[in-house]
C-alpha cells in the first residue's frame, strides 16, 4: 500500500537555525503535497500546499519544495523561532476514497 | 467563517464504558466529514468520513462507529471502550470534489481510558 516517509521524527534546533524537513512517499501518482502544523494541545493547520507542477510553495517564512531528482519534497526555513516549535506532518493527496495520508511527523523543538 | 466545534474538550473513561463524540461545523453547508484518532506523540489515523447526511464510509476498523445525524453533525461512538482507544480525537471538514484536499481541524477532544 501507500506509505509516507519522514525520516526525521525529532528535531532540536537553536533560534535563528535553519530547518531543514523531508518527506518521501511510494507513488508518484500524488501530484499535490500539503505540510500541516500541530501546536500543542491544538489540531493541526495547513502550513503549505506544493504540488509536483509548480515545485514551490511559501507561508509564514516557511518554503516547500519538490525535489524532481529524487522525487522527495522538503520543508525548510531560514532562521527558525521558538514559537515555531510544533509538529510537522506531511500528507500527499490524492489517493481514492477521500483518504489524506500523513506521516509520521516531525517534532521541531527550537530553543531560546 | 466557517468554525468548527468538537465537544468535549477530554474525557476520563472506564474500560467496557460507552462514548460519545461530537462535533458541529458552522458556515459551510454540506462539507465532507472526517474523524481522525491521533495516539500521543503519534500520526493521524482517519477512522471515518462522510460525504453527506447519513453516510458515513468506515476507513479503520477499531470497534468504534460515525453516525452524520445533520449536515453540520458528525458523531463518534462506541458501547464498550477499550484501553487502545485513548489519545486524541480530532474532527475536520473539507470542501467537496477538487479542492477536499485541505482539511481543517478543530481543537480536538483527549480521551484517557483506565
Known amino acids: 500500500g501507500d506509505s509516507v516517509t519522514q525520516k526525521q521524527g525529532q528535531v532540536t534546533l537553536s533560534e535563528d537555525d535553519f530547518l531543514f524537513i523531508n518527506c518521501t512517499y511510494s507513488?508518484?501518482?500524488?501530484?499535490?503535497l500539503l505540510w500541516y502544523v500541530q501546536y500543542l494541545g491544538q489540531g493541526p493547520q495547513l502550513l503549505l500546499k506544493?504540488?509536483?507542477?509548480?515545485n514551490k510553495g511559501i507561508s509564514r517564512g516557511f518554503e516547500a519544495t519538490y525535489d524532481k531528482g529524487t522525487t522527495s519534497f522538503h520543508l525548510q526555513k531560514a532562521s527558525v523561532q521558538e514559537s515555531d516549535s510544533a509538529v510537522y506532518f506531511c500528507?500527499?493527496?490524492?489517493?481514492?476514497?477521500?483518504?489524506?495520508?500523513f506521516g509520521i511527523g516531525t517534532l521541531l523543538s527550537v530553543k531560546p | 467563517a466557517q468554525t468548527i466545534h468538537q465537544w468535549p474538550v477530554a474525557e476520563i473513561k472506564a474500560v467496557g464504558s460507552p462514548l460519545s463524540l461530537g462535533c458541529t461545523i458552522k458556515?459551510?453547508?454540506?462539507?465532507?466529514l472526517y474523524w481522525y484518532w491521533q495516539a500521543t506523540g503519534g500520526t493521524l489515523q482517519q477512522l471515518f468520513y462522510?460525504?453527506?447526511?447519513?453516510?458515513v464510509e468506515s476507513v479503520v476498523q477499531l470497534n468504534l462507529s460515525a453516525s452524520r445525524p445533520k449536515d453540520d453533525q458528525f458523531i463518534l461512538s462506541t458501547e464498550k471502550l477499550l484501553l487502545s482507544h485513548s489519545g486524541f480525537y480530532l474532527c475536520?471538514?473539507?470542501?467537496?470534489?477538487?479542492?477536499?484536499?485541505?482539511?481543517?481541524f478543530g481543537s480536538g477532544t483527549r480521551l484517557t481510558v483506565l
Open positions: 458556515g459551510k453547508s454540506s462539507p465532507n
Open positions: 475536520a471538514w473539507s470542501l467537496t470534489g477538487a479542492s477536499a484536499e485541505t482539511l481543517y
Open positions: 462522510s460525504i453527506t447526511v447519513g453516510q
Open positions: 500528507a500527499p493527496y490524492g489517493s481514492s476514497g477521500n483518504k489524506l495520508i
Open positions: 506544493v504540488t509536483t507542477a509548480n
Open positions: 507513488t508518484t501518482t500524488y501530484p499535490t
